[in-house]
């Protein structure tokens, strides 16, 4: 089957064909339907060897639909022939914050003693979907998802989740009259607006410097939208109680700070590498907090699934041939992608040399459905 893998650090990832893997245990055999890209494959494929604890050959996709085919012996044949969105966060199922649904935090997910950041789950550390099928090792990490089109379920399994956590973790601030601001309205932004939108935010304004995000953001549910913060200070009426950074610039987490009204939380969810200096008498509003949320829980995944199922829910995205992924994933650098990039691989049967394998699996999920 083809695979994108990235096989050196600090280099492209290539596609590469590669043998189609056999679940066994626990394991299932995903068929892959879409795969959406991430800029954090972006600094996965830039980093040195010494960042993360990943094998290399590694499959990247962590943003995976696809269709249950086949299953090992001692897993839940159950999902077969199911569609599905996968979790990304292949969490122990046992430590305290697993226990308390917060796998998005489950206590694996330390960085190694040496600094390197552990495996996190398909695409991080495991192989993941931008492949024609991909291995997940247990059906706790996968969500169905009924007759959502996978190019929309893909984007869902991070950009989705991950807006959902970033909102839902205080909705105890979120009412008819909050002010609520989302800056960076990219691929997890314009999911946000929504998401605070169907939480009762009050007001919502949103903030792009790129006029051609701002009509979008309009549109999908925001009251206002500006070029940058200082042009929304005189709409925040005396400062924002919620402000979701999905750019994490130092710029925009400093201005942020500034802008938040007393009690106001900032939520910083963008990774470009920018700083905040925290204090108590540092001239901000009294009561101001601030935190990194990483991802969604399982919990958070199959919320944004429901929300996209019942139409509540658009994802901005656009499907180009898994072939297409390097050229992709350099326009995604290049910033010149809009809403979500998502790749669709060609059918596991119509691929070559795996063709007997392929339709193996496709004739034992016949069985199985057919039972
Ligand atoms: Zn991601
Ligand atoms: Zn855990």
């Not at 972006?42 to 960042?51: P, T």
């Not at 796998?103 to 495996?119: F, I, Q, S």
């Not at 205080?170 to 909050?178: C, K, Q, T």
């Not at 109680?241 to 925009?252: A, E, M, N, P």
């Amino acid at each position: 089957m083809l695979a994108v893998q990235l096989t050196e650090w600090g280099c492209e990832p290539q596609l590469r064909a590669v043998a189609v893997p056999e679940p066994r245990g626990a394991e299932l055999l995903l068929q892959v339907t879409a795969a959406g890209l991430c800029r954090s494959d972006l600094h996965v494929m830039d980093a040195a060897e010494s960042s993360f604890d990943y094998p290399l050959p590694l499959t990247l996709g962590h943003e995976v639909a696809g269709t249950v085919i086949d299953a090992g012996p001692d897993a839940d044949r159950s999902w077969l022939g199911e569609a599905v969105v996968v979790h990304g966060i292949w969490s122990c199922g046992h430590c305290r914050n697993c226990a308390r649904g917060r796998e998005n935090y489950c206590m694996t997910l330390r960085p190694r003693a040496d600094g390197r950041l552990a495996p996190i789950g398909n695409g991080l550390g495991h192989h993941g979907g931008l492949a024609q099928a991909m291995v997940v090792p247990s059906a706790r990490y996968l969500v169905r998802t009924g007759d959502l089109a996978p190019a929309v379920a893909a984007p869902l399994a991070d950009a989705g989740a991950t807006a959902y956590h970033a909102v839902r973790q205080h909705a105890d601030v979120i009412d008819e009259s909050a002010i609520c601001v989302v800056i960076g309205v990219g691929g997890l932004g314009h999911l946000a607006i929504q998401i605070l939108r169907h939480f009762g935010a009050g007001r919502i304004l949103a903030v792009d410097n790129r006029p051609e995000t701002r009509p979008v953001a309009l549109q999908l549910g925001s009251d206002a939208a500006f070029a940058d913060l200082t042009a929304a200070i005189p709409a925040l009426d005396g400062g924002a109680d919620l402000i979701l950074d999905f750019v994490g610039t130092s710029d925009t987490m400093e201005s942020a700070a500034r802008a938040l009204a007393p009690g106001g939380r900032l939520v910083v969810v963008g990774s470009a590498g920018g700083g905040l200096a925290v204090g108590k008498h540092i001239g901000l509003a009294s009561g101001w907090q601030v935190n990194a949320p990483f991802w969604g829980a399982r919990s958070d995944l199959e919320a944004v699934v429901a929300l996209a199922i019942n139409e509540k829910l658009h994802v901005e995205a656009t499907t180009y041939p898994l072939t297409d992924a390097v050229a992709i994933y350099r326009r995604l650098r290049a910033g010149t992608v809009t809403g979500r990039a998502v790749l669709v691989p060609p059918l596991l049967t119509s691929h070559g040399p795996q063709h007997a394998e392929a339709s193996r699996q496709i004739s034992n999920v016949a069985r199985e459905v057919g039972r």
